[in-house]
């Protein structure tokens, strides 16, 4: 790893900003920061062939490098977060799974010293509000209705750094919950949800926002049943998550969600687990076993997909390569619109000048070459 050059001009590279790419751009890194104008002395890295695009930003993730957030130690949640940063997530929140509530909130507590600290984005609780028939890879005996009290303890528990809350809006307690979540500023994610497309409808209405990795733990569309897929594409206030990791999504989904909701309101995520970035073998979600066997996570007991070991760049590389998918609008999916959702765009989410230095150099065939956080290189370009 290499330190931080006070000033650094990154040339040559196609350079996508919100207004489009540009080729030959360069961008200009003064300390921590993008910046407008630079100096004489100025390091130049030579990018030509490459793109220069925003750092990514992970709104769901449990862990990688072998190690969990939601049951790790703040070590291991520090090894999870520098495998994403190596593949060019600079800036991830840290999911939970189902667990006792006690223990969420003593979890929650550790997590948020580490967004204090600058090294998480915030927290996202998924589970334990969520539907048994909808479950996943969540315990079943642990999980409980959403109860707006508490959902407040772990909202408390966490000192201002919860971002996000996933709930089966359905179940007693979910519409008052949902409100509450929107009155403290936390998302509201419909997720793990047995709803109709009206009891969707009614959850949007009270102020959900995110759907919870779309098409998966859900019902699917019917002709007489349109089911919460249909409320929650078709709703302009709704950001949809999508796991484009070719296990949990058929391409023609991934396709149906980018056509009806646009690339301003998709969300690319991993929901990875500890074998994210850590390969096959045996691991373990919450209080469950899971087995990953050729990068596909399944629980050891009933063969659910356990979350997964996606990384970023690889869903940037399939979105664009196989799902073909503008670069513009991967970026759009990966950087900006997640950013704009955790309140964060101001600092991250693309490369206008006066934002962090968080900036990821993808070859042409968009594999990571370079991964700068807040202009320090996390993988410096070793180039030619």
Known sequence: MAGRADSTVLAG???VLPTGTVENGR???EGTRIAGSTSDDTRTVDLS?????????DIHNHGGGGASFATGTAEDVLTGVRTHREHGTTTVVASTVTGEMDFL????GMLSELVEQGELAGVHFEGPFISPCRKGAHSEELLRDPDPSEVRKLLDAARGSAKMVTLATELPGGIESVRLLAEHGVIAAVGHTDATYEQTVEAIEAGATVATHLFNAMPPIGHRDPGPVTALLEDERITVELINDGTHLHPAALELAYHHAGA?????ITDAMDAAGSGDGHYELGPLAVEVKDGVARLVEGGSIAGSTLTLDTAFRRAVTIDRISVDDVVRSISANPARL???YD???S???????????LDAGFTVKGVMRRGEWIVEPHLG
């Open 351 to 361: 490369l206008d000048p006066g934002k962090d230095a968080d900036l990821v150099v």
């Open 27 to 29: 961008v200009i890194v």
């Open 264 to 268: 301003g309101r998709v969300a690319l």
């Open 13 to 15: 590279a196609r350079v």
């Open 347 to 349: 600092r991250v989410g």
């Open 342 to 344: 955790l309140g964060l």
């Open 105 to 108: 909130a003593r979890q929650a």
């Open 49 to 57: 062939g490459h793109w220069v695009v925003p750092g990514f930003v």
